[in-house]
């Protein structure tokens, strides 16, 4: 079975900290993906990043890095220098290769930028 | 714009009624799914397709039921409303690449049983 695992249900933070939201999972597969979503206020899912198993280099795109730990299971996503649009809930999510692309998500956290 | 769209966008049902999502996709992908989204659960798959004519069941696929009679339009049918089905359901679609999948979401339905 898979879990997808997010500690944190609600992160408040002032615009420009950093902030890091972690991830934790479970498989028994040695080949899967990891991914981020987010979800803001007006509802929709946006697709963010999808990590492969063998790949765990960590990947930077602007204010938003994400460090991928095989070893501890985890895939813990920051932003730099948060800003109030950065608001929303974000979801990890786990795909088993080759089952479809049935994703298992975690159970989101809720992250709050305020002025 | 992955073109997923969903219908209706906002329901309101009482219970025993049946009720029929849809979903339509205007880009030919084989892999369709249901996810509906509940506080404190994230999203939990309902049913997925893997072609016309071919479903099967996710971990919470019980009072649903699925159909797909053409590539573009994946219908989720709750036979009989019940409360524990409020709920918003997501439709998505697996898009490929050389880079792997991934799954892109409609807008989502809003369903209140009442």
């Given at each position: 079975a898979?879990?997808?695992?997010?500690?944190?249900?609600?992160?408040?933070?002032?615009?420009?900290?950093?902030?890091?939201?972690?991830?934790?999972?479970?498989?028994?597969?040695?080949?899967?993906?990891?991914?981020?979503?987010?979800?803001?206020?007006?509802?929709?899912?946006?697709f963010?990043i999808?990590?492969?198993s063998?790949?765990?280099?960590?990947?930077?795109?602007?204010?938003?890095?994400w460090?991928?730990?095989?070893?501890?299971?985890?895939?813990?996503?920051?932003?730099?220098?948060?800003?109030?649009?950065?608001?929303a809930?974000?979801?990890?999510?786990?795909?088993?290769?080759?089952?479809?692309?049935?994703?298992?998500?975690?159970?989101?956290?809720?992250?709050?930028?305020?002025? | 714009?992955?073109?997923?769209?969903?219908?209706?966008r906002?329901?309101?049902t009482?219970?025993?009624?049946?009720?029929?999502?849809?979903?339509?996709?205007?880009?030919?992908?084989?892999?369709?799914?249901?996810?509906?989204?509940?506080?404190?659960?994230?999203?939990?798959?309902?049913?997925?397709?893997?072609?016309?004519?071919?479903?099967?069941?996710?971990?919470?696929?019980?009072?649903?039921?699925?159909?797909?009679?053409?590539?573009?339009?994946?219908?989720?049918?709750l036979?009989?409303?019940?409360?524990?089905?409020?709920?918003?359901?997501?439709?998505?679609?697996?898009?490929?690449?050389?880079?792997?999948?991934?799954?892109?979401?409609?807008?989502?339905?809003q369903?209140?049983?009442?």
């Amino acid at each position: 079975a898979q879990k997808v695992t997010q500690a944190q249900t609600e992160i408040s933070v002032v615009e420009k900290e950093d902030v890091t939201l972690d991830c934790v999972y479970e498989t028994r597969d040695t080949t899967y993906y990891l991914f981020w979503y987010k979800q803001p206020p007006s509802g929709e899912l946006v697709f963010l990043i999808r990590r492969n198993s063998f790949d765990e280099q960590n990947e930077i795109s602007g204010r938003y890095s994400w460090n991928f730990q095989k070893s501890t299971s985890s895939f813990n996503f920051t932003i730099t220098a948060s800003q109030v649009v950065d608001s929303a809930v974000y979801f990890c999510a786990l795909i088993r290769t080759g089952t479809a692309s049935k994703l298992t998500f975690g159970t989101g956290t809720r992250l709050q930028v305020t002025l | 714009d992955a073109g997923i769209t969903q219908s209706p966008r906002h329901k309101v049902t009482e219970t025993g009624t049946p009720v029929t999502l849809r979903c339509h996709q205007t880009e030919n992908h084989r892999y369709m799914y249901w996810y509906r989204q509940d506080p404190g659960h994230g999203l939990r798959l309902i049913h997925y397709s893997y072609g016309v004519k071919d479903t099967d069941k996710g971990e919470v696929s019980d009072g649903y039921s699925v159909s797909r009679s053409k590539t573009e339009d994946f219908l989720l049918t709750l036979e009989s409303a019940t409360s524990s089905q409020t709920s918003v359901y997501f439709c998505a679609i697996s898009e490929s690449s050389g880079l792997g999948e991934k799954l892109l979401f409609g807008s989502g339905t809003q369903l209140s049983v009442l």
